[in-house]
């Protein structure tokens, strides 16, 4: 019997190019990876908002996993059986939320901002157009990258160490990224969402086969939970270095190197 084939990937800079986030040369492997009946699981930082947005433009309606692992997203009626996790229903998605909500998580940021006297600001004291400005999104962009669920990202202005020893300590972590910084639940988990997610397809499905795609160390949680890991190269042609992870590297910067693992899988 053929096992069901699931790709777990992240999306900046690896299906979407890391500079204009275009998913244009990735469109062709989507569609044979729909004809195929494999299923893409997108698996990042981004927000419920943004990924909806990307799921809709490439024909997917695929479970999804958010904002660094916080929570996982599958559309109603996806799976059959029933999900055996605690979960919160709306109207498109029964939710397993790993995260703690993005209430609290701004609570926790202003009340250790406050004490510290620090000036840092987040996605939640701009408008719009600042935020197009400092992420180079535009403006529909920047409106879906500000509709958080779980987590916060600081934007402009610095930290100090005791402001995240601080926030440690009530149960968050600060996840460096290329540009800004994010502060999430240390319950968010990439690694975990993903377990938890194959579990469910395994469930439905029976036997499976699961793949990750990355570009950076934010992936590794994720690679090390599926059967097949995998890294595209970097802009300077490199790929990232991962501690506990012998993932493979393919040869091509972000969609290029999407397109190269998704030839794999097919043959």
Not at 19 to 44: P, R, T
Not at 46 to 71: D, H
Request: charged fraction near 25%; glycine fraction near 8%.
């Amino acid at each position: 019997m053929t096992k069901k084939k699931i790709l777990f990937t992240d999306l900046d800079g690896t299906l979407l190019s890391l500079n204009n986030y275009s998913f244009q040369q990735s469109l062709s492997a989507i569609e044979d990876l729909k004809a195929a009946g494999i299923s893409v699981v997108f698996c990042s930082s981004k927000t419920r908002a943004e990924q909806e947005y990307y799921q809709e433009a490439l024909g997917l309606n695929e479970p999804f996993i958010v904002e660094n692992g916080s929570g996982v997203f599958i559309p109603r009626g996806y799976f059959q059986k029933p999900i055996a996790w605690n979960t919160y229903v709306t109207d498109r998605y029964e939710v397993i939320p790993f995260g703690k909500s993005i209430s609290h998580v701004r609570k926790a940021i202003s009340s250790k901002r406050e004490e510290h006297a620090l000036d840092f600001v987040v996605y939640a004291d701009l408008p719009v157009r600042a935020v197009a400005d400092l992420t180079g999104l535009d403006e529909e962009g920047s409106v879906r990258a500000m509709q958080r669920d779980f987590s916060e990202t600081i934007l402009k202005g610095e930290v100090t160490s005791r402001f995240i020893e601080q926030l440690d300590v009530e149960g968050y972590h600060n996840i460096p990224g290329s540009k800004f910084q994010t502060i999430v639940s240390k319950t968010a988990d990439k690694g975990r969402a993903v377990n938890v997610l194959s579990a469910l397809y395994k469930t439905e499905f029976g036997d499976i086969l699961t793949y990750g795609l990355g570009d950076s160390q934010n992936d590794e949680a994720m690679l090390a939970a599926v059967d097949h890991p995998y890294l595209v190269q970097r802009p300077d042609n490199s790929w990232i270095d991962l501690n506990n992870v012998q993932a493979k590297g393919l040869a091509g910067v972000g969609p290029e190197g999407f397109s190269r693992l998704v030839k794999e899988i097919l043959e």
